[in-house]
């Protein structure tokens, strides 16, 4: 999921005026994001059934596992956006030579089955209310709230997005802010209202700072 492309101006001067919003707002961010620098968070291209296919992939798995794992099955489906058929077609032997887990495979053929049984869930999904979008993705077995958040962000750009169950974000909140635990959900969530209107730029700060963010251009 990493890429050399470089952000476009319109997000360059989005995630400019989020740096600026988040660093008057939190001290603590402020030095965060000066440390950093500019915010290089890409939102993918690919079709938005590629991008759910992303996100089942990269579930509670590393960065670099996960991408591994993922390109190995794009190509074995014949590249990107990987077509829905080729997916289906994939045996069990198959997603274990991707490294595809038991699981992740049952939760895939899920995507699959809701996908068909629900013709129009992914057309036009891009300007769905997140209240909306929601529920119909977590319908599907295997998808939770995480990779709805994922899907959100990393599918939609969506620049407000809080994954509140994302550990990376909430170890990172507990380094910045000196807090003796990970922060709870609600903790979590009422922490971030000063972040306001851009959860998702600030949870991307978190994330770089302890190492390379999927999805992120030159420098992230």
Not at 24 to 33: S, T
Not at 80 to 102: F, H, M, Q
Not at 186 to 195: K, M, P, T
């Amino acid at each position: 999921m990493s890429t050399t492309i470089t952000v476009s101006p319109a997000r360059a001067e989005l995630y400019a005026k989020a740096a600026r919003h988040l660093s008057r707002r939190c001290p603590a961010l402020k030095g965060l994001i000066k440390q950093v620098g500019p915010c290089t968070w890409l939102p993918m291209s690919d079709d938005p059934f590629t991008v759910l296919v992303r996100c089942v992939i990269y579930q509670q798995i590393s960065t670099k596992a996960a991408k591994s794992i993922f390109d190995r099955l794009a190509a074995a489906c014949g590249g990107l956006p990987i077509p829905r058929d080729r997916l289906a077609a994939l045996a069990e032997a198959d997603y274990k030579t991707c490294g595809v887990s038991g699981p992740k495979q049952r939760t895939l053929r899920a995507v699959l089955d809701h996908v068909a049984a629900n013709p129009d869930i992914l057309p036009g999904i891009e300007d769905r209310a997140e209240a909306e979008l929601r529920p119909q993705l977590t319908a599907i077995k295997g998808i939770g709230n995480w990779s709805v958040d994922m899907f959100l962000m990393f599918g939609l750009g969506r620049s407000d997005v809080l994954p509140v169950g994302d550990l990376g974000l909430r170890a990172g909140v507990k380094r910045l802010y000196g807090l003796d635990e990970l922060p709870s959900p609600a903790e979590l969530l009422e922490r971030a209202e000063a972040w306001k209107p851009y959860r998702s730029v600030a949870t991307w700060y978190f994330w770089r700072n302890a190492g390379p963010v999927p999805q992120s251009g030159q420098g992230g």
